[in-house]
């Protein structure tokens, strides 16, 4: 095996020296990197509440306390705005929508009479449709209060001979307010939070997903290098010299693995720091699925220089693989954004769980533990791919 | 005894409609002689080569390379072999001191006594002052030598050398030739393919003169010369009528073989040309025709392979 070892480090020295590698392993990765981490959103991206536009022509306390009530709401942030211009800001879509309070709101709610609120939406959009759904909640929580008020006050007029004053409806009205505000029946909402897949938007996923791209078209490198060489008779001569194909193969293997490590910590360094991707909670599980990815890309582009022999054979056979790998593998988008089907498919290729325990260490913390299927099922592809690879080598 | 012993060898590739490339061809390469197979384009030549280097297995026959069967003992047969590819099977990125330093890890040299071989071979190959630059600055004739030079770091016993001049300047070729010649005389037995006969004549102590998979002749190259006889060829360029002379002087009396005439061009076969000549100048007058160029080539091997084929070797 020394041979394999000299191969390979002749192999380094020449990728050293190729003038297009460096823009290959590190310059398009990074600007992929970046480029999708920007297009793709992100599950804990800043402010993703719906804007709505208010107008409050009546300016009493009654007017106040429903701003008040629709601020309260997370899924909307109040904009002050005038009656004038609220139309046009719907319009423009700088808000979701808008709601007028007329003049008089605070009469007519204090006297029970009804009273209708002005909402301005864009028909067709699903934001205002979100944020109509929040407004009307707010104002039956409001209106739940006031009947149950005024329901209870008559009940204690009645049964004390108090008159319904006023004062006696405001103190029934507090008194649902609080009881509405923590009601008997409530919801709890729990965010599945180790789940990826609220959360492999942004750099979790184009970090992850650039890295795992640029390794797999690194199967192009192995491929070339090994038709170039079989054209020019190097390998011939390596054979005639007493070189075995497994020593070949081996020193290809281990070149490409060095060549393609040393890519990766560059990227996982870069996606740490510069991108905030906890890529280290598991140094140990991170140096598995590192590995095991430039093997299985190692092995690859050995099959397909093993198999095919024309150059153009080759060159398709490996942008396609590459390209098959990488974008259904789920390294150009989350396959949690894709129907169960389509990853359920996904994840007959490799790169699915290369991509699966990358996403488990990045975003759930996995271990070394947690890691063993998928990268056990990576591991039998790679066995797979890399033995078809060295029966069906031939240095001529 | 031959140290080199080829036995009816026969290889076809994708059979059974494909090609035969050797077709039962038999020699014997004796120790510390230079042997040449010499043949156009497509005779067998790089199969036979690609055989004794065992990169290729016959379908028919057996050879054996200093006592040890390619087929069945092909790594003492790797060993004992130094092949000198038809194409430059180096490095491109890598120095030439680079290529030999690791085609001399590939024979299994390490260390100190690699870097003194390696330095010996750079002296032989003049490529000392170039050593550290990268192959791709080396022109077409630097590097065939690095090629040449690859192949000797283990000392071999046996040198295969495949078309080792192909497209190179004659200063290049040159240095070559005088390259096998001297690693010849230092003790190395050599195998050399070429279609270049001056080379064949040159450099050769026996050739194998091959053809379409077939070995036709072998020997010294004045054995291969009396296959042909004395005869020494007449060629002629005429300004007309080269056809209706061609006719007439098949029939004139000391002419063994006429050629086909080919713009104007043809050549004549005789055992005296002296007495030939003025009767070949007088039938163009009579044919109204002139002779505007005339050259005698004594009898060579490309007259063999005229004589054997029919067709010139250059063909």
């Known amino acids: 095996m020394k041979r394999a070892w000299h191969i390979a480090g002749k192999e380094i020295l020449q990728n050293r020296r190729d003038p297009l590698a460096l823009l290959f392993t590190i310059v398009l990765p990074v600007i992929f990197t970046v480029f999708l ?22 300016g009493t306390r009654a007017s106040q306390e429903l701003i008040d009530g629709l601020a309260d709401i997370p899924l909307l942030e109040l904009k002050t705005s005038s ?31 009804p009273v209708a609120l002005t909402f301005i939406r864009v028909e067709t959009s699903s934001g205002a449709q979100s944020v109509w759904e929040a407004v009307e909640g707010a104002l039956s929580r409001s209106n739940a209060a006031t009947l149950a008020a005024e329901v209870a006050a008559e009940q204690v007029s009645a049964e004390t001979g108090r008159p319904l004053d006023q004062g006696l409806l405001r103190s029934a009205l507090s008194i649902a307010e609080s009881h509405l505000a923590a009601p008997a029946i409530g919801i709890e909402v729990i965010d599945a939070g180790d789940s990826p897949v609220a959360r492999s938007g942004g750099f979790q996923q184009s970090s992850t997903g650039a890295l795992v791209n640029w390794v797999l078209f690194g199967l192009l490198g ?7 060489e079989r054209k020019n008779g190097l390998l011939s001569r390596l054979s005639a010299a007493g070189v075995r194909s497994s020593e070949i193969l081996g020193g290809k ?8 490590f040393a890519q990766q910590l560059l990227l996982v360094l870069l996606g740490q720091f510069a991108f905030g991707v906890d890529y280290f909670s598991s140094p140990l599980a991170l140096l598995f699925i590192m590995i095991s990815l430039s093997l299985l890309a190692t092995a690859f582009g050995l099959l397909i220089a093993s198999v095919l022999r024309s150059e153009q054979a080759v060159v398709a056979a490996t942008v396609v693989t590459a390209l098959l790998l990488a974008a259904l593998g789920g390294a150009w988008f989350p396959l949690e954004v894709t129907s169960a089907g389509f990853s359920k498919i996904a994840h007959v290729l490799p790169s699915a769980w ?43 | 005894m031959d140290a080199i012993v080829v036995e009816g060898l026969r290889k076809q590739f994708d059979p059974p409609k494909g090609p035969v490339a050797v077709d039962d061809v038999s020699f014997g390469i004796r120790e510390g002689e230079i042997f040449s197979l010499l043949g156009p384009n497509g005779a067998g030549k790089t199969t036979i080569i690609s055989i004794l280097s065992c990169l290729l297995r016959p379908d028919a026959g057996e050879a054996r390379v200093g006592g040890f069967s390619v087929t069945r003992e092909s790594d003492e047969v790797k060993r004992l072999i130094g092949v000198v590819p038809q194409e430059i099977a180096l490095y491109e990125e890598l120095s030439g001191r680079e290529n030999l330093l690791f085609w001399g890890r590939m024979y299994g040299l390490n260390g100190p006594a690699l870097n003194k071989r390696v330095d010996e071979v750079l002296d032989w190959i ?10 791709e600055k080396y022109s077409g004739g630097m590097k065939r030598r690095v090629n040449i030079g690859a192949a000797l770091l283990h000392n071999p016993r046996f040198l295969y050398l495949d078309e080792p001049t192909v497209g190179i300047d004659p200063q290049s070729r040159r240095s070559i030739l005088d390259g096998v010649k001297n690693f010849n005389a230092a003790g190395v037995t050599v195998l050399y393919t070429t279609h270049y006969m001056e080379e064949a004549q040159e450099i050769s102590d026996r050739i194998a003169i091959m053809d379409r998979g077939a070995m036709i002749a072998v020997g010294a190259q004045d054995e291969l010369v009396r296959l042909v006889g004395e005869r020494t060829r007449i060629n002629l360029a005429l300004d007309r009528n080269a056809d209706i002379l061609a006719e007439r002087w098949r029939d004139l009396a000391g002419v063994s073989t006429v050629s086909e005439p080919e713009d104007g061009r043809l050549w004549v076969l005789t055992d005296d040309a002296n007495s030939l000549m003025p009767r070949l100048f007088d039938s ?16 060579n091997l490309e007259m063999v392979f005229l004589h054997l084929t029919g067709r010139a070797l250059r063909d």
């Open chain 2, 126 to 135: 003049g490529l000392v002052d170039r050593q550290t630059d990268r192959l």
């Open chain 1, 222 to 228: 192995v491929c070339s290098t090994v038709v170039w």
């Open chain 1, 37 to 58: 981490g920007l297009l793709i959103p992100s599950g804990d991206e800043g402010d993703t509440r719906l804007p709505l536009a208010v107008v409050d022509e009546d």
């Open chain 1, 253 to 260: 293997t281990l070149a490409m693995v060095a060549l393609t």
């Open chain 2, 284 to 299: 163009a007058q009579t044919a109204e025709a002139r002779i505007t160029e005339i050259n005698l080539a004594e009898p």
């Open chain 1, 354 to 396: 290369i991509m699966d325990a990358f996403h488990g260490i990045t975003l759930k913390g996995w271990g070394v533990a947690d890691i063993l299927k998928p990268i056990g099922i990576v591991w039998i592809w790679i066995v797979a791919v890399a033995s078809v690879a060295l029966w069906r080598f031939r240095p001529e």
């Open chain 1, 83 to 113: 009656a004038a211009a609220i139309d046009s800001a719907v319009q423009d879509q700088k808000v979701a929508a808008g709601l007028i309070i007329p003049d008089g709101f605070g009469e007519a709610a204090e006297a029970g009479r």
